[in-house]
């Protein structure tokens, strides 16, 4: 008998999206239940799926809880054996669910995992949330097969084979349901950014597995939501950075390396004070009191699995010795 599947779409004030890519989600997505999970939105959203793609099934948030809680309020209400959170500026390709779903199937402890990656805006490259797998570095700092900080591979079938990674991007990640509802869901305090990385973390310190599944392969046109001009992006992606490397991280030098992040912080406010401006610069000092304030909640860890932490510094590689390639890491 097969799995059941749900591909569920978080959607926030997203018709334009919805329209653009949605048709190649319900052409592709034959063996499984579409879902878009609407967070309260104000464009028309619902009536516009509800026309065009009646066997779309809708689920309505009654408010904007970000992608944490947006997700977690809607997959409650499911009870499919997987669930494929799939942004909504996201095309995907045939073929693109059977092969994970095989792989969380058939691979033993995995129980997330994400196809290719690449950008709807030049499909020759990687895309920036997730390209070929996400991995981190010692100190917490996420990069992927196929984009280090903002540099992008193209594909050239470098990462053509299915491997173990250590976080799975949220714009595209399949997870076991049973497994999703044991770490209990996201972290609703994340609203959004990195709470993919921080849900990996806590299935691997629970000694399960993450993967990257290089035969499907999904189209992200990416900073659909949040742009990068915003400064509640920094925000979010400085203080749940930080908040995840507290919760998960259980070596002896955790405090360490949290006073080490203090310090590259400050350098990275330097560096956003110059080429972006004050109001994104003072985010990261905003980011750190909001930090300090969230440091009471740590993850169970039973048999944790490491594998896909880079033992060195992702920051010194990239700006002190010139990798911009993941395949230059040693």
């Not at 004070?273 to 990261?284: D, K, L, N, Q």
């Not at 000092?285 to 740590?298: E, G, L, N, P």
Request: glycine content about 6%.
């Amino acid at each position: 008998m097969s799995p059941s599947v749900a591909v569920v779409i978080l959607n926030w004030n997203g018709s334009k999206h919805l329209e653009t890519y949605l048709p190649s989600v319900v052409k592709y997505s034959e063996n499984a239940t579409v879902y878009m999970a609407d967070n309260a939105s104000i464009d028309g959203s619902i009536l516009f799926t509800e026309k065009n793609f009646p066997t779309v099934k809708i689920i309505r948030n009654n408010s904007n809880g970000g992608f944490a809680k947006g997700y977690n309020e809607a997959l409650k209400q499911l009870k499919e054996d997987y669930f494929v959170l799939l942004n909504s500026d996201v095309e995907v390709t045939p073929n693109w669910i059977k092969p994970v779903i095989d792989k969380l199937q058939h691979t033993e402890n995995v129980c997330i995992a994400q196809p290719k990656i690449k950008a709807y805006l030049n499909k020759e490259e990687f895309e920036y949330a997730g390209a070929a797998g996400g991995f981190i570095d010692f100190l917490g700092y996420p990069f992927c097969q196929g984009r280090i900080f903002d540099t992008l591979e193209k594909d050239t079938a470098q990462y053509d084979e299915s491997r173990e990674i250590f976080w799975a991007t949220g714009a595209c990640m399949f997870v076991k349901s049973s497994i999703f509802n044991q770490l209990g869901g996201f972290d609703e305090r994340y609203f959004a950014h990195m709470e993919e990385i921080d849900l990996c973390w806590r299935a691997k310190n629970l000694g399960y597995s993450v993967y990257y599944v290089a035969e499907s392969t999904v189209f992200h046109l990416g900073g659909g939501t949040m742009k990068n001009t915003n400064p509640r992006k920094t925000f979010l992606n400085f203080r749940n950075s930080l908040l995840t490397l507290y919760k998960n991280d259980n070596t002896p030098y955790r405090k360490l390396k949290l006073l080490l992040r203090l310090f590259l912080d400050g350098m990275a406010f330097v560096k956003l004070f110059i080429s972006s401006g004050p109001r994104h610069a003072f985010a990261i000092v905003q980011a750190h009191f909001s930090f300090y304030k969230m440091t009471k909640i740590r993850s169970a860890v039973e048999n944790p699995n490491t594998s896909g932490i880079l033992k060195s510094s992702i920051v010194w590689s990239y700006y002190g010795k010139g990798v911009k390639y993941f395949s230059q890491l040693k």
